[in-house]
């Protein structure tokens, strides 16, 4: 499985961004997938996970400000985040694995490249 990150950039305080995670491969097919973060100077932070079949978890600091959802038939995953705040600021990442646990635990095998979020205050 590869993935590959997109739609970072830069925005206000407050404002939205999109970020899409693309897989390829066969062996996509059940696993789960993830987004995570890392700031500078900072360890990597789980966001969002959610289940083949659509179920979802969220770290308490993106709750109800971040949505992550999935299309299976376009194999992509989504982050849409909104009322950003300046520490959103960082490097993104997806991940994908066959084990959700393995999601959660920032275990995955599998991971995108990272797209750059800058939130400007």
């Excluded at 696993?31 to 995570?36: A, E």
């Excluded at 659509?54 to 299309?71: E, P, W």
Aim: aromatic share 12%.
């Amino acid at each position: 499985v590869q993935l590959q990150a997109s739609g970072g950039g830069l925005v206000q305080a407050g404002g939205s961004l999109r970020l899409s995670c693309a897989a390829s491969g066969r062996a996509f097919i059940g696993y789960t997938m993830g987004w995570f973060r890392q700031a500078p100077g900072k360890e990597r932070e789980f966001l969002a996970a959610i289940r083949w079949s659509g179920g979802r978890t969220y770290a308490d600091s993106v709750k109800g400000r971040f949505t992550i959802s999935r299309d299976n038939a376009k194999k992509t995953m989504y982050l849409q985040m909104d009322t950003l705040k300046h520490e959103d600021t960082a490097v993104y990442y997806c991940a994908a694995d066959p084990s959700y646990q393995a999601v959660v635990d920032d275990k995955s095998d599998y991971w995108g490249q990272g797209t750059l979020v800058t939130v400007s205050s």
